[in-house]
């Protein structure tokens, strides 16, 4: 214990619901393989490495079986050297061989480049590894596609640069022994879809030149990492690797929740103020810290805060640093290194530093606010992962979802990390990726695509004209680039760029995506950066241009939206009678329409002021239910009636919190039954909506144009129900909790209302009309 | 046409043609219709012309592909056309036809590489010879303004991919012949084209201005043909007026100095500096070289005030370097005067006039 930071729960008011040790562990050591060549036993042990982790081991034993390989194990286990170690034999056996590694980030590429450069120093053959993305300069592109032996790129390079231009990528797809897919987790959902669909095609051009590559998976916590790499790469001969050979520090874990400071309205203090007060003794003794924020507006308050604690010190603005979205690259690169040299004590970060960037280990950690799901919890928790111990604190807000986890930490403790899930055949998912398979390679009669069979829609596209058959194959028979016109992410275009005009050549300091800058760089808005303030004196939102000059005032803008769903067609329903269904094209708007000035420290409001700025529109595609006026009436004869004027729905807080509350649990039921993330569907309650005049619940993809769930919801409409029933009728809870209902509103009765209309479709109506609230 | 791969289909005529003066030589100009421009895999070559000179006059081969599955034979046959010649003559074809077919011939899974022994790009030429006269360096361009030819498109060449898609699809020819129509003239304005640029290159076309000059030099340095550079650099500064000689001049003052012909470039830059009166760059390279080479500042303020005069509005643009250079002229002055008070001023005296007098031109 003495060797933990310093956490004393007495010198906090609050409440200490979880003060968790986990016990250190022991390394579990391998010999080095006995077939490793000598160069390469030579070039360990100059990084001092005389014995492999176990995982380590299994996994290099593994892949010189020829097996493909899932390994899962936690930050800074060696995770890299499982695949490193086996690609660089191989190559010192034949320079011939190639490995092609893929990170879902470029950053995360321009990491692993310099990790792996450390390694093959001092190698007899000069194993030659290069990035090949988007800022890869054309002059040095040839060189890589003729001499890479390791190329490291991501998945949206290989589905528009690689794959459709294989021709001039021969040398590489024909000796092509290795794929590495790192950061398995992060391909799941409509992204991870994607990918396996573009692992598919990548299959096709390997087989067209006679390679048959071993895939190598790493994956942080999952709940099904054999599964998903099952799913992602359609191969049998899987085998995991889980059993984590590194050492582990003795880690403490630690949930806190603030002190009440209104007990009628359950508002605790900030969790802002208090996670401050936990993070800056540490900082100031050097204990080098992690915060992590939930927003990108924290991060910035959070650094503020920090940096005015260190203010005594200088260098407090070194020190103490900001890492988010919005930041340039080269900036975070910066960063990263200052973290892993130890200049930087303080790091204040959104979930961007949750993936495997290396940092090195910190000894704190400290999460404002709960992630939102177990898996990425326990990811930042990994952050503080010392061999001398360490400790992570979870600092609760007043929000419904993180007061459930910080009174019930059995439920975090007890649960399973969350699933990965993607659906690679969605048919328009696959359609896609069939038209950018066939203007790679013609396709053979009865030829699939991965598992798919495509001869249907093979014939389809011969129908529209964009396939021909000639001599029993299909071939691509129209001009345009199909990979083009797929994004493998949600990516909005035409980010926002953020100019400081207090320069005499006003300078670029960052870029924001269009969606969110109505809210942060809306005019006069404070906007934070590095934990700087500026001003936006300016929005040319057509030029999307902010223009920003720096200030110094005790406050900070927050601004509020309103979202809202517009039916634009139906293409089925509504049908049924209480609880109808529909699905069609929708229109989700989001319009931020003012925003508040709030002080520092004590958070009061000081002024307020409108936002000018066109509303942000989804055009996608949602699945629709809708409450009867008579069901929901009968409702409405409780203690909790209300005198109503004619045509008007009676506004019940109960019922509208059982309106959320099934807008809730019917993503969240509606993603299990599609296979997806949670994260691929989105869902609005409104008790009277612009287009059924009715009480409303509806579930949209958050992809534009939508990839085809929502007839699928249609079509599920009665497991939907029950399902969503169910969730929340077998949840333990009494009242209602983030786990079934939701966390927007804890509000007595809600968990009953929202049960009750979810369940009213299988009564008569006259039996509905008795229920009362 | 059989070929191992299957049959072919190919269509070839002879055309006469006039003697070419100068006479490429044994040269296959290839152009290739393809199904989108974008390249990568699913781009493919439907329809090729090859024009060959021969004994009496051009052999126009076209090759073409009644459908995808049939590509082997169609890149055989093309191959054994282009292979006849020693070169192959394209527009362009260095970033786009060639890498097209070397997909192709992978895609296909023929034996080997498609790669030509030698490759003439005429783009590059064009670019490089005529870009100062043209808008724009397409081919319709070129054989509009250079070879005095027009001709009308009945399809625009966006549309000639729809062309041979609706062939596939319905077995419609009427676009299809014009895009293959389009193909074949296309390759025999190649051979025109290459015989024009010959005659620009070996610098025998008449009425070419200091421009055209300037551009050839240009080239022909770049290519390493130093002598053939050299004369084209000297033709343009005869010319004695306007931009292009006087940069063909600076050209030729830099390699001057370059080699060490002080002298030569010195004199090259007054007789610059009397005709083309005007050129701001031709005034400040003569002090220049008079301030450092010959380390005559007073000189050199001299040409810069000079230039002062004559160009008014470019004064002030000189007005740093005069005062740099006015500065310097009065601090050797004082500094001969102190030493002259010493009585060495013989001895500087004869340092003074020293690099005047060596090295005569």
Redesign the interface.
């Known amino acids: 214990m003495a060797s933990l930071p310093h956490f004393r729960p007495a010198d906090f008011q609050g409440e200490v619901t979880l003060d968790h040790v986990i016990p250190e562990a022991a390394a579990t050591f391998a010999s080095l393989p006995t077939d490793l060549r000598p160069e390469l036993v030579a070039a360990l042990g100059r990084r001092g490495i005389q014995n492999l982790y176990s995982h380590q081991a299994e996994a290099y034993r593994a892949i010189r079986d020829g097996r493909h390989l899932v390994v899962v194990t936690p930050t800074a286990s060696g995770k890299t050297l499982c695949y490193n170690l086996p690609v660089l034999q191989r190559l010192l056996e034949n320079p011939e061989r190639r490995a092609l590694y893929v990170y879902p980030t470029k950053a995360l590429a321009q990491d692993q480049l310099a990790e792996l450069s450390a390694l093959k120093h001092g190698l007899p053959i000069e194993v030659r590894v290069d990035t090949y993305d988007g800022d890869t300069p054309p002059g040095r592109r040839t060189a890589i596609r003729e001499g890479g032996h390791i190329v490291m790129t991501n998945p949206d390079m290989l589905h528009t640069g690689l794959l459709p231009h294989h021709t001039r990528w021969r040398r590489l797809f024909s000796s092509l022994e290795f794929v590495v897919i790192d950061e398995l987790h992060t391909y799941r959902g409509l992204f991870g879809s994607q990918v396996a669909n573009v692992i598919r095609r990548l299959k096709r051009i390997c087989a067209f030149y006679g390679s048959s590559p071993i895939f190598i998976c790493a994956s942080a916590t999952i709940g099904n990492p054999l599964e998903l790499a099952q799913r992602l790469l359609e191969e049998e001969n899987i085998q995991l690797v889980d059993r984590n050979g590194a050492p582990r520090g003795e880690r403490r874990l630690v949930f806190y929740n603030p002190p009440l400071v209104n007990r009628e309205m359950g508002v605790r203090r900030s969790s802002m103020l208090e996670a401050r007060r936990i993070a800056n003794p540490w900082i100031t003794a050097g204990v080098q810290t992690i915060v992590f924020c939930r927003s990108r507006l924290q991060v910035e308050v959070m650094l503020s805060y920090l940096r005015q604690d260190l203010a005594p010190r200088l260098d407090a603005s070194r020190r103490v640093r900001g890492y988010r979205a919005g930041y340039l690259p080269l900036h975070r690169r910066e960063i990263e290194a200052g973290l892993r040299a130890g200049e930087i004590t303080g790091v204040v970060s959104t979930n961007a530093l949750e993936l495997g960037i290396d940092i090195g280990s910190l000894q704190c950690a400290v999460l404002v606010g709960y992630p939102g799901t177990i898996a990425s919890t326990w990811q930042q928790l990994g952050r503080a992962g010392r061999r001398s111990g360490s400790v992570g604190v979870f600092v609760a807000s007043s929000s419904p979802l993180d007061q459930f986890i910080v009174r019930h930490p059995e439920y975090f403790l007890g649960t399973d990390p969350e699933e990965g899930l993607i659906d690679p055949d969605n048919l328009l998912l696959l359609a896609g990726h069939l038209q950018a398979g066939l203007f790679e390679l013609p396709f053979e009669d009865q030829e699939r695509l991965g598992s798919a069979d495509v001869q249907e829609l093979l014939r389809l596209f011969e129908d529209d004209g964009s396939a021909t058959r000639s001599a029993g194959r299909w071939f691509w028979s129209r001009q345009a680039f199909p990979a083009e016109e797929i994004h493998l992410r949600r990516i909005l275009a035409d980010n926002v760029v953020i100019i400081d005009t207090s320069h005499p050549r006003p300078q670029v300091i960052g870029e924001m995506d269009q969606f969110t800058a109505p809210v942060l760089l809306h005019e006069e808005a404070v906007y934070l950066h590095e934990g700087a303030q500026y001003h936006v004196d300016r929005l040319d939102w057509d030029e999307k241009k902010a223009y920003v000059r720096p200030v110094a005032v005790d406050y900070y803008t927050d601004a509020l939206a309103s979202v809202s769903v517009q039916v634009l067609e139906t293409f089925a329903g509504p049908d049924e009678t209480q609880l109808t269904r529909s699905h069609g094209e929708v229109k989700i708007t989001s319009l931020a329409s003012m925003f508040k000035k709030i002080r520092f420290h004590t958070h009061e409001n000081i002024g307020a002021g409108p936002i000018h700025l066109p509303e942000q529109t989804l055009h996608t595609t949602g699945y629709w239910i809708t409450v009867d006026e008579a069901l929901w009436r009968s409702f409405g004869r409780g203690p909790l009636e209300r005198p109503t004027k004619p045509g008007d729905f009676p506004g019940i807080p109960a019922m509208e919190a059982g309106l959320q509350g099934i807008a809730h649990s019917l993503r969240h039921v509606a993603s299990l039954r599609l296979m997806c993330d949670p994260r691929d569907l989105g869902s609005v309650a409104e008790v009277r909506s612009v287009t059924t005049q009715l009480p409303t619940v509806t579930v949209y993809e958050v992809y534009p144009g939508g990839v085809g769930f929502s007839s699928r919801l249609y079509e599920l409409h009665d497991e939907l129900l029950q399902d969503a029933a169910a969730l929340v009728r077998d949840c333990p809870c009494s009242a209602g909790c983030p786990s079934c209902v939701g966390p927007l509103h804890l509000i007595d009765g809600a968990k009953r209302a929202c049960l009750k209309l979810l369940e009213a479709r299988h009564r008569s109506p006259s039996s509905a009309t008795a229920l009362a609230v | 046409m059989s070929t191992p791969y299957g049959v072919a289909v190919i269509r070839q005529d002879v055309i006469s043609l006039p003697r070419l003066d100068p006479d490429p030589g044994n040269v296959a100009y290839v152009d290739t219709e393809t ?8 781009t ?1 070559v439907f329809a090729a012309a090859v024009a060959r000179p021969i004994d009496c006059g051009l052999r126009v081969t076209q090759f073409f592909l009644p ?4 590509e082997a034979a169609f890149l055989h046959a093309l191959r054994e056309e282009v292979d006849q010649a020693a070169t192959v003559g394209t527009f362009n074809g260095g970033s786009f036809d060639l890498p097209v077919l ?2 192709r011939w ?2 296909a899974r023929m034996p080997g590489e498609f790669a030509p022994a030698a490759h003439v790009d005429l783009l590059t030429l064009v670019r490089a010879l005529y870009r100062h006269r043209l808008e724009s360096c397409t081919l319709r361009q070129v054989e509009e303004r250079l070879l005095g030819y027009e001709r009308d498109d009945p399809l625009p060449s966006a549309l000639v ?2 062309a041979y ?1 609706e062939y ?2 319905a077995g419609a020819r009427d676009f299809l012949e014009a895009a293959l129509e389009h193909n074949r003239l296309d390759v025999i304005s190649l051979v025109h084209l290459h015989s024009r640029l010959l005659l620009r290159l070996r610098g025998r076309e008449a009425g070419m201005d200091a421009a055209d000059w300037l551009a050839l030099g240009r080239h022909r340095f770049r290519r390493g043909a130093r002598a053939d550079g050299w004369r084209a650099l000297r033709n343009a500064t005869s010319f004695a007026a306007g931009d292009a000689a006087a940069t063909a001049g600076l050209l030729i003052t830099r390699r001057l100095l370059r080699r060490g012909s002080v002298n030569a470039a010195d004199s090259l830059l007054e007789w610059l500096e009397d005709r083309a009166s005007n050129d701001l760059r031709v005034s400040v390279a003569r002090a220049r070289l008079l301030e450092w080479r010959r380390r005559d500042a007073r000189q050199a303020l001299d040409v810069i005030e000079a230039a002062q005069v004559r160009m008014p509005e470019a004064a002030e643009e000189l007005e740093h370097r005069r005062s740099r250079l006015r500065r310097k002229v009065q601090s050797d002055d004082d500094r001969l005067g102190h030493r002259r008070n010493r009585g060495q001023g013989k001895v500087r005296q004869i340092q003074l006039e020293a690099p005047i007098s060596d090295g005569l031109a």
């Open positions: 199904t989108g421009l974008t390249g990568g895999a699913g493919y459908q995808p599955g049939m070397r997909t992978v895609m991919p729809d898609f596939l699809r």
